[in-house]
């Protein structure tokens, strides 16, 4: 074999030896997304809360929302029926208002008047939605029963709430646990039907 032809497959080795030895490492940052933080909750009922606390039956969504975000709106009727659909298997829903101090009285009125049935806490000054990094409305995070992240979205655009689905059917899966199928056309013909008992 000549010179060339032996330098080249060293060569090749070399950045075969390497992926390998760095692969681990990039699955590893794109697996794992850290844990949150067991940050204490004011819930809106003036209670509050560790949010560990939430986490001993099963995962959650903890879901970043205000009054005046329309596409949180919007997310929070799928997230509604997440959690009361996913419930008997441990799952739960927890949203975390973040309107200013001012406005906190339109969060108790318009989360009555959806009949929403998921955890509600209130993040006036910001501190909760700082320590998970929280940056834009909604800001949904799936957190698995140890604090682990499994998912995060910014935003909302229809469509988002069948990768959330996904991601807890996905979940749920891979961890063995029974649940029931959720139909989502049900859902959205349920969804339409809440929207005109509301808006007329």
């Known amino acids: ?19 390998i030895l760095i692969l681990p490492f990039l699955m590893t940052l794109v697996l794992s997304q850290g844990k949150v933080p067991n940050v204490r909750l004011k819930m809106l009922d003036g209670s509050h809360a560790k949010l560990y606390d939430f986490l001993d039956d099963g995962p959650m969504i903890v879901d970043f929302w205000a009054t005046w975000c329309e596409p ?12 009361q659909h996913f ?10 208002n973040t309107d200013t101090p001012k406005s906190m009285g339109k969060v108790k009125s318009y989360i009555r008047s959806k009949k929403f049935k998921f955890m509600v806490a209130v993040d006036p000054n ?12 909604p800001t949904t995070i799936f957190v698995n029963k140890d ?15 069948e990768k959330i689905l996904k991601h807890i059917t996905d979940y749920f899966d891979a961890a063995g646990v029974a649940y029931n ?11 339409k039907k809440e929207k005109v008992d509301v808006d007329f």
């Open 1 to 19: 074999m000549n010179t060339v032809r032996k330098k080249y497959i060293l060569s090749r080795i070399n950045i075969m030896i390497r992926k």
């Open 147 to 161: 604090g682990s992240v499994i998912y995060r979205h910014q935003g909302y655009y229809p469509g988002d709430e």
């Open 72 to 83: 949180c709106k919007k997310q929070m009727h799928h997230l509604n029926k997440f959690h």
């Open 87 to 96: 419930k008997d298997a441990g799952f739960k829903v927890l949203t975390i």
């Open 181 to 191: 199928p959720y139909d989502a056309g049900k859902s959205k013909e349920i969804i």
């Open 126 to 137: 910001g501190q909760v939605m700082k320590k998970l990094k929280a940056q834009l409305m």
